[in-house]
Structures are given as structure tokens and as C-alpha cells.
Nanobody, 123 residues
Framework: QVQLVESGGGLVQAGGSLRLSCAAS????????MGWFRQAPGKEREFVVA????????YYADSVKGRSTISRDNAKKTVYLQMNSLKPEDTAVYYC????????????????WGQGTQVTVSS
């Protein structure tokens, strides 16, 4: 069983930056691919980015590609999402999730989820 806790969300102006963190406990962290998803008000949860267990492979949604960077520190059991050049349309609750296999962009591919952290980008 893996527990995930996100942090780092907040209110930022358009063009600003935030770094989200997701701390894991339980399980063997390095064995899990990690992903970030987000859910805006009135919309379905959508894939943002994923990273493999060793951190060597990543995959970004087009909506954040070039503006965001995912990384992980397996010794600290933490995954990070650095978001730059934020836009109002990035406003959402951001969730981290753990998967047994890397490569899924679907919620169904992830086994464990955090509670989410709110990101609000003002124009």
C-alpha cells in the first residue's frame, strides 16, 4: 500500500511558477512510475505528465510540454512537478498517482492516488 501526499499548490499570477511535491510512504517507491493529473472545475481529470521508476523516461501532455518538468528523488520518495509560465487554464486540483507500469495516460493505469493540491492562476 502506497500513501501519497501532495503539497506546493497555491495562488500565482499568470506567467509565474510553482513547484508541486508528492511525498510517498509505504511500498518500494522506485518500483512505481509516478504521474500527475489535474482536474479543473466542471471538467474531467486529465493526464499531465508521468515519469518512470528510475526517472529515465518521461511523458508530457501537449498542454504542459515545454512549460513543466517532472523529476523524482527516490531516496526521498518524492516526485516533483515544476511548472513555469503558468496560465489561467492551468487552474485545477493537481493529483499525483503511482502506477506499477510506466506509460499510462489513463486514470485506470494508476493504483494509488493522493488527495490533491489546488493550483490557481490569476490573469
Amino acid at each position: 500500500q502506497v500513501q501519497l501526499v501532495e503539497s506546493g499548490g497555491g495562488l500565482v499570477q499568470a506567467g509565474g511558477s510553482l513547484r508541486l511535491s508528492c511525498a510517498a510512504s509505504g511500498g518500494t517507491f522506485r518500483r512505481y512510475a509516478m504521474g500527475w493529473f489535474r482536474q479543473a472545475p466542471g471538467k474531467e481529470r486529465e493526464f499531465v505528465v508521468a515519469i518512470s521508476g528510475g526517472g529515465y523516461s518521461t511523458y508530457y501532455a501537449d498542454s504542459v510540454k515545454g512549460r513543466s518538468t517532472i523529476s523524482r528523488d527516490n531516496a526521498k520518495k518524492t516526485v516533483y512537478l515544476q511548472m513555469n509560465s503558468l496560465k489561467p487554464e492551468d487552474t485545477a486540483v493537481y493529483y499525483c498517482a503511482a502506477a506499477a507500469n510506466f506509460g499510462s495516460v489513463s486514470e485506470r493505469g494508476y493504483d494509488y492516488w493522493g488527495q490533491g493540491t489546488q493550483v490557481t492562476v490569476s490573469s
